[in-house]
């Protein structure tokens, strides 16, 4: 296993971040513990436990894209900013 202390510099870098001595110094400190942390949690038996990619169950909030009544027109363009000829008028965004 490389040092934490270049393995700091070498993240910065691709993280385009400018540490000073003291950060890396901190953050090779903070480094060092989770890599005991990972060390230790290799040695876990996990082969009972389901992967998963959520820890809770994750559910679609979304309804089905079904055709409905909409809102009147009049209500719309009632409270848009901007309006003409029964037609909503927006800021440009393509040139």
């Known amino acids: 296993m490389s040092s934490p202390d270049?393995?700091?510099r070498k993240v910065a870098t691709l993280?385009?971040?400018?540490?000073?001595d003291e950060e890396v110094a901190?953050?090779?400190?903070q480094l060092g513990r989770i890599l005991e942390h990972i060390e230790h949690l290799k040695k876990l038996d996990v082969s009972d436990v389901e992967p998963t990619a959520h820890t809770y169950p994750v559910f679609s909030v979304?309804?089905?894209d079904v055709p409905g009544e909409s809102l009147p027109r009049e209500a719309f363009l009632?409270?848009?900013?901007r309006s003409a000829n029964n037609l909503l008028i927006v800021p440009k965004v393509l040139e």
């Open 6 to 8: 270049l393995n700091v």
């Open 62 to 64: 979304t309804r089905d």
């Open 26 to 29: 901190t953050f090779q400190d």
């Open 15 to 20: 993280a385009r971040l400018a540490l000073s």
């Open 78 to 81: 009632g409270i848009a900013p």
